[in-house]
């Protein structure tokens, strides 16, 4: 049971903010913990600290927080490696598949391949993980590979990383060359629409966004899962407005991140105000339906002092409610929204 009052005191908001964050049903939709486990042995069912780096690029999150930060569900992505092979990368991400399903299994998550499944794992009061890959260059070997059982969970892929792929063009500070999505990359598409796999259009250039748009199953929801505003902040990874309502138009939804580095202002110390900025733009062009929360939790990101892991979350909610955002549209941030668009691609 988690102490409102003392969570409240503890964070120096208002009791109301707590009880109102409760009382949602809080999502991530891009969660990078698994990384650190693969990197070196960061173990995700044990409570940490803030680490080496006082909470900067890793350890913002793990299991017993994610509980006791009251968190119902998240996208846990596992993240390609570009410098294996075609085959290497697809062996790698089964193995790691395989590894990710049985570490949070046994730490009592369990799996939820689609909307029926995550409430009903809710209802037992367990956290609900979605597996998500963060470069789909992992599955570039054989698009058959999508059909595989071990895959068949499978809710989210980010089409691009940081790299080319034979997908397409990640966006770049200094864009070079062919910046569209390829013809195996539409291939790559529409198999992800075939197999009802949310397409995640964060970390693609704006050409190969446009791609997307054209050529995807206009009924199944798009994502943005981790990005900001470029009207807010200009930089390469963040989105135009056009984008913002590109996305919105499919039913689909975009998490705003919590990395300093794309939000603006200061990048070490930089404040939850920032993320709110980018949350009223959004919510301003596309409406509350359209907007999440996409941390980027130990995704290498340096994220605002005062929200520097996902016992801080509830932070959000006060500042939402010091802006006068109605709580219906605070609870659509924290989680309804993307619930929405996953019960619309899977129910």
């Known amino acids: 049971m988690i102490d409102a009052e003392a969570w409240a005191q503890q ?20 969660l990078d913990s698994f990384i650190w486990r693969r990197l070196f042995g960061y173990d995700l069912a044990r409570e940490h600290g803030s680490g080496w780096l006082n909470g900067w690029f890793y350890s913002q999150s793990d299991i017993p927080r994610l ?31 395989v590894r990710l399903r049985t570490e949070l299994e046994a730490a009592g998550i369990a799996i939820a391949g689609d909307a029926t499944a995550y409430a009903a794992i809710r ?12 470069g789909g260059n992992a599955l570039e070997y054989d698009l058959a590979d999508f059909d595989r059982p071990e895959l068949a969970a499978l809710s989210l ?45 964060a970390h693609i250039s704006h050409e190969g966004f446009q791609d997307v748009l054209a050529l995807h199953d206009r009924t199944q929801p798009l994502t943005i899962s981790h990005a900001a505003c470029d009207a807010v902040f200009p930089h390469f990874r963040n989105v135009t407005d056009d984008e913002l309502r590109a996305v919105a138009n499919t039913g ?27 949350v009223q733009h959004m919510l301003k062009v596309v409406g509350s339906r359209h907007v999440a929360l996409g941390s980027d939790f130990d995704g290498a990101i340096i994220g605002p002092r005062d929200l520097r892991t ?37 129910s």
């Open 123 to 134: 209802a037992r009061g367990q956290h609900a993980a979605l597996l998500g890959i963060q």
């Open 157 to 201: 892929v980010t089409l691009m990383h940081f790299t080319r792929s034979r997908i397409g063009t990640p966006a770049l500070p200094y864009p070079r060359g062919d910046q569209h999505l390829t013809r195996f990359g539409a291939d790559y598409v529409r198999k992800l629409n075939e197999r009802r796999v949310m397409v995640d259009l």
């Open 310 to 346: 996902i016992r801080e979350l509830p932070r959000l909610v006060e500042l939402m409610l010091r802006r006068g955002i109605p709580e219906l549209d605070i609870q659509n941030v924290l989680g309804k929204s993307f619930l929405r668009a996953f019960a619309a691609l899977r």
């Open 11 to 30: 964070l120096g908001i208002s009791r109301a903010a707590v009880d109102l964050y409760l009382a949602s049903e809080v999502v991530d939709l891009h």
């Open 67 to 97: 509980r006791a930060a009251g968190v119902g569900g998240a996208v846990w992505v596992i993240t390609t490696n570009p410098l294996r092979s075609l085959r290497g990368r697809r062996d790698t991400l089964l193995d790691n598949v």
């Open 252 to 278: 689909g939804v975009i998490g705003v991140i919590f990395n300093t580095a794309f939000l603006g202002g200061s990048l070490f110390n930089g404040r939850a105000e920032r993320v709110i900025d980018h």
